[in-house]
Structures are given as structure tokens and as C-alpha cells.
């Protein structure tokens, strides 16, 4: 179990990390999502214990990481967005090598991984050959070398092409059902297939922490509602419909002979039923209304506007 309580990180005058607070159950597979130098990354490295909070405790199955770093560590397997390999050696040569430097018999691990992570085909190729793919692969096997309970990702499918993200996203699968995982991404179909569970993080502060189907929900009726109406003058439209109930703006583009209109919900509730009452009250054409609901995307940027720093 991995618990972090009000836990902050500065560099100098610079927060990084804000009061963060959570906990993450064994088993688990949780995206850790956030603009550009939102924080994810220090958070994942104080995690790590590769930094120290200059405020509150992360803990890792009990123990106090900054207390404990060499029992902590042993516990876990990171992997940065830019693993780094040894270009020039082979991938049995370079695990091995990890092997040795992690204690771990070789002879009994590297085929077990080789297994797992799909390397077989390219033990005995230079790592400098092989493609973005399979060299995430051989970070992934680095990461698992000591049998880790805990899995930590950055990144992992950058700058992959299709192909090789859905072979990577089918790994991580594979690995999370006997480990807990965090990835921090921010491909939002990545995060929507693989993970149970969102935290998301923005200006160094939790802005929201949820499983993700529940946090779509939550946001799913406060979508767009489009209607398409006849007979009525753009001006009109926006000074009626802005008066509903429950509208926070509203949109009108010149549709052929009709207009196409878009109105945003202040929160939650249905819009429809009064916007159609308040149309034809007005004696307008309404040819078509329909509820686009917000998407993952949609609730990501709602949540983390303004939430860019200058470090990460």
C-alpha cells in the first residue's frame, strides 16, 4: 500500500507539490494525470524516494520512505519515460548486468522476464537496433527485475507508434494483475483502457481522485446540448436561451437556412426539456436537439486550466 499524507515538495521558493494526500490499495492500477509540470513527476520520485518532502510522510507498506529508502526501494520498480539502456550492449548482456547490480540470480529471472515483457526474439540483438517498442519493453524488464510490489511508470507508450502502444498497454495488463501500478500519462485513452482509478494533479495541488468511471459519470451531465432551429434570428436565440434556467452560454452558427446552437450547463441537471419549452414558446422550428456528453477529455481540461508550472 503506498500512502502519501500532506505531503510537499519545493525547490527554493518553488512548490512543486502542494498538501498532496492519498493512498493507493494493493492491486490496484491508477493513472496519475496532470498538465505539463503539474507535478506528477516529483510526485513519482519522492514515491520512489529518489526525492524527500520538504513536508508530510510518504509511506510504503507502513514504512516511512524518507526513514526507510534501501527497504522502500526494494519494494518498488520504476520505470522513467526515457529508460535508461546501455545502447551498446546486447538486452541479455544489459540484464544481466541488472541482475548482477540488483542481486538477482540471472539464470532464473532474465528468462522469466524475457517471457513476460516479450523480448525472447531480441535477446541477442544491440539494444542501439531495436526499436522505441521493444526498448520500452527492456525498461519495463529492468523495472521488474527484483520482483517488485509496486510498479511505477512514466509515460510509458511516448512516442510510440499505434502498433507498439497497444502491445505495451497489453503488458501493463498483464503485469497489473499480480501489482500495483502507477502510470502517469497524458493519453487519456490510455489511462480511460488501462486504469481503475484517476488522481489527478494540477498546479501541484489533488484536483480530483476517483475511479474513472465514476469520475466521468459525475461529469457526464454537464455536457453541451445542440440544437438545430428555423425561424429565428441569432440575436433572439442568445438573448432567449441565455435567460433559461441553468445555461451558462450559448453558441449560434449560421447552419444553410438554419441555425445550429450550443448551450453549456452551469453544473449538473437536464437542459433539455425547458430549452425545448422556451423554443417554442418563441414559435421557432426545432429540427433536432441532442446531449453531447462530456468526455474523459472534457473533464481533464475542466479540472486542470491553469494548471502548468514551471517545473515538473
Known sequence: MIE????????GTFR????????????????????????????????????????GTVRVDGLDVAANPVETKRKIGYMPESAPLYSDMMV???????????GVDAEKKIPLL??????????????SDLSRGNKQRVGLAHALMNDPEILILDEPTSGL???QVSEVRSLIKKIGET????????????????????????????????????????YASTGTVRLL??????????????????????????????LLVSVSAEGEGELRPELARAVLAQGWDLYGMELVRNSLEDVFRALTVGGEQHEN
Request: charged share 25%.
Open 229 to 258: 432551429l428555423g425561424g429565428a434570428g441569432a440575436d433572439a436565440v442568445r438573448r432567449v436561451l441565455e435567460g433559461v434556467r441553468g445555461v451558462s452560454s450559448c453558441s449560434v452558427q449560421e447552419h444553410d437556412d438554419k
Open 114 to 127: 524475457a517471457e513476460t515483457c516479450g523480448l525472447r526474439e531480441v535477446m541477442h540483438k544491440n539494444i
Open 4 to 11: 502519501l499524507e500532506h505531503v510537499s515538495r519545493r525547490f
Open 161 to 163: 507508434d499505434p502498433n
Open 16 to 55: 512543486a507539490v502542494d498538501d498532496i494526500s492519498f493512498s493507493i490499495r494493493t492491486g490496484e492500477i491508477v493513472g496519475l494525470l496532470g498538465p505539463n509540470g503539474a507535478g506528477k513527476t516529483t510526485t513519482m520520485r519522492m514515491i520512489c524516494g529518489f526525492l524527500e518532502p520538504s513536508g
Open 92 to 102: 541479455a548482456d544489459y540484464l544481466a548486468y541488472v541482475a548482477r547490480m540488483e
Open 179 to 218: 501489482r500495483t501500478v502507477i502510470i502517469s500519462t497524458h493519453i487519456l485513452s490510455e489511462v480511460e483502457m488501462l486504469c481503475g482509478r484517476i488522481i489527478i494533479i494540477s498546479g501541484g495541488k489533488k484536483v480530483a481522485d476517483s475511479p474513472t468511471e465514476e469520475l466521468r459519470a459525475q
